[in-house]
Every structure is written in structure tokens, then in C-alpha cells.
T-cell receptor, first 115, second 114 residues
Framework: GAVVSQHPSRVICKSGTSVKIECRSL??????MFWYRQFPKKSLMLMAT?????????EQGVEKDKFLINHASLTLSTLTVTSAHPEDSSFYIC???????????FGPGTRLTVL | GENVEQHPSTLSVQEGDSAVIKCTYS??????FPWYKQELGKRPQLIID?????GEKKDQRIAVTLNKTAKHFSLHITETQPEDSAVYFC?????????????FGKGTKLSVKP
């Protein structure tokens, strides 16, 4: 139990295009999901908190118009990187809070490379 | 807000020895403390967690201790094996009601030498 999937696992795109990343909790409901960015050999940097049925809460310094988050159901959150640029290249990981258990489980991550 | 400090940043031990990683936190309201193991290029995996109503929790070769008065918690790995080599992250958050997000330490790279 407590499996989180994330797709795609790897994406290479041209500068200026938009990329959508999906995060799904497969066997539990998650009212709250989180999106992180991780640079090589660094810790997880929280980008935003995604709440089902309401607007996401973004961390300071994260552009909400660039990183669009939608949490349409209790099992799905999406992150869209709009007009991607090379500096957006990174490892993006989502996580999901298992409702009532206060445990957080991570997706496998998405490696984004913007050329 | 919460701030989590983690030490050491790197740790090298001989197979069979024990490894200890320590974290401190600043917000006395935090009462949930998970530990994650992350292998290169993979997702962080929850390996053990502790809540503020207990002082110690053990699961086979790993254990976590919590000192709420001093606001620190530690991960203990006994009889280390090469497959324990990874980056370990501690984290802290509030519990129940407005749960809030996890605040992570900077990570400890553990190397277990055969």
C-alpha cells in the first residue's frame, strides 16, 4: 500500500514549451500533495502545496504562473512547467499525504531537461 | 517557522559497524519526525518515523530516538551493510489538524565500506 506514481519519469523538451507532470496516489486518498524540486546532491526544496479542490500554496520565490498546479481529485495532482527554460532543468518529485495517517509518500520523480 | 539541522553531512563506516545521524529542530509544536532513505536517482523512501508521544522506536536494524525537551532526534543503524549506502533525510512537521508540510534536513550521505 501507499504507492505514489509520477509520470513521465523523464522528459526532454525544447526551450519555450510547456511540460505537464502527473502525480497519482494509487491506493489511498490524498487531500494534500506536495511538489519538490531537487538539485544534484541537495535536499528537497518544497515548491508548493497542492490541496484538492482549492488553489495551491506556493513557497516564497516560486512563480505560480510558471509552475501551474492543479489538484482535481483526491488521487491526482499535476504540475505544468510553462514556457520552460534551461534553468528549469531539474529533478521534480511529488509526494502525497495519506489522509488520517500523517505519513507522506514520494513519487519516483521526473527528470526534466530543457534544451 | 520550523528549521531542521542535520549532521553529519557525510558519514563513512565499515560494514558491520553502527551509524548514527542526528537532527535538531526549532519548532516545539512539531510532533512528527520521519526519516527517508534516498538512493541515487530514486525517490525518498520512508524508513521509520516517530511521533512525539514516544521516545524511541525500533524496526529491525534501524531505530529512532526523540528528545522533545532538547528538540533533537536521531537515526541509529546497527550492523550496517553496503546496501545501507544512500542519502538519509530527517524531517519534522506538526501533526493533526493543520498538518503543514515536512521540513527536511540537508541530508547525510552514508557510505558503508565492505
Amino acid at each position: 500500500g501507499a504507492v505514489v506514481s509520477q509520470h513521465p519519469s523523464r522528459v526532454i523538451c525544447k526551450s519555450g514549451t510547456s511540460v505537464k507532470i502527473e502525480c497519482r496516489s494509487l491506493d489511498f486518498q490524498a487531500t494534500t500533495m506536495f511538489w519538490y524540486r531537487q538539485f544534484p546532491k541537495k535536499s528537497l526544496m518544497l515548491m508548493a502545496t497542492s490541496n484538492e479542490g482549492s488553489k495551491a500554496t506556493y513557497e516564497q520565490g516560486v512563480e505560480k504562473d510558471k509552475f501551474l498546479i492543479n489538484h482535481a481529485s483526491l488521487t491526482l495532482s499535476t504540475l505544468t512547467v510553462t514556457s520552460a527554460h534551461p534553468e528549469d532543468s531539474s529533478f521534480y518529485i511529488c509526494s502525497a499525504d495519506r489522509d488520517y495517517y500523517n505519513e507522506q509518500f514520494f513519487g519516483p520523480g521526473t527528470r526534466l531537461t530543457v534544451l | 517557522g520550523e528549521n531542521v539541522e542535520q549532521h553529519p553531512s557525510t558519514l563513512s563506516v565499515q560494514e558491520g559497524d553502527s551509524a548514527v545521524i542526528k537532527c535538531t529542530y526549532s519548532d516545539s509544536a512539531s510532533n512528527y519526525f520521519p526519516w527517508y532513505k534516498q538512493e541515487l536517482g530514486k525517490r525518498p523512501q520512508l524508513i521509520i518515523d516517530i511521533r512525539s508521544n514516544v521516545g524511541e522506536k525500533k524496526d529491525q536494524r534501524i531505530a529512532v530516538t526523540l528528545n522533545k525537551t532538547a528538540k533533537h532526534f536521531s537515526l541509529h543503524i546497527t550492523e550496517t551493510q553496503p546496501e545501507d549506502s544512500a542519502v538519509y533525510f530527517c524531517a519534522a512537521r506538526g501533526y493533526g489538524g493543520s498538518q503543514g508540510n515536512l521540513i527536511f534536513g540537508k541530508g547525510t550521505k552514508l557510505s558503508v565500506k565492505p
